[in-house]
């Protein structure tokens, strides 16, 4: 029974914010110019099925774009900062420093360079996405325990090879663990971007829809956009399970 509770929880919980949604909606009497309710916005999805799949498929093509150049240099970065505790102690305030730049200050520059379009959606998620994966990666190259590299220099192994066979491998669960939290960025990134300079995708879309005051339209597409945030954090976290199961059931052992 409660393992069956768990699995449900999820559908449970929403389903409760959806009727408390509904329910504030009905009470209040809000306009639909100020605030839609879920059936307003489930009535725009369905009227509105053609634009919402089209920009939704935008959207998603340009954040998983932005999101594999993040894995991709923020891996290598990421190793290359942690290969070597004075290049972390160097880089490390740098990164900081460009991570605490608003993400949304950079956007206008990217229009300028690259006009209005994709690519400064894909840039702008790659941006937001990069700095988690640096950092995870290098923090678990970088906690590796000194005892540990010892033993392993002691035994003839040279620093590419502690790195290959043993850095590498522990940081998995840092890596996997800094993607689910990289992908939701990725999303935040791509709509920012879209809503100050695109002709299309759910950023875009939204402003329009905002602009003209159809909130059912605005509501229909920060649902589908919070699905597609959903849904590839799932994927990632069933890579994350299947990739580091032996982390996995050590934590939910620990945490049982």
Known sequence: MKD???KLSPWLFTIAIFA????????????????????????????????????????????????????????ALGLIVGWSRTIYRGLYPVMIGFNTIPKVAVVPILIMWFGIGEIPAILTAFLISFFPIVVNVATGLATMEP???????????????????????????????????AITLAFVGTVVSETIGANAGLGYLIALAGSNFQMPLVFAALLLLAVE????????????????HWAFRSSMSAAA
């Open 20 to 75: 408390l949604w509904e329910a504030a909606c009905r009470i209040f009497n809000f306009s639909p110019f100020i605030m839609a309710s879920p059936t307003q916005a489930f009535g725009a999805i369905i009227q509105h099925w053609q634009p919402l799949l089209r920009h939704s498929f935008v959207t998603l093509w340009t954040t998983m774009a932005g999101f594999a150049l993040a894995v991709i240099f923020g891996v």
């Open 229 to 244: 945030g959903i849904l590839m954090y799932a994927v990632f976290a069933l890579i994350e399970a299947r990739f580091t």
């Open 147 to 181: 005892e540990l590299e010892d033993v392993l220099r002691a035994l003839g192994a040279r620093k590419l090879d502690i790195m290959l066979k043993v850095g590498i491998p522990r940081t998995q669960p840092y890596l996997f663990g800094s993607l689910k939290v």
């Open 4 to 6: 069956l509770l768990e």
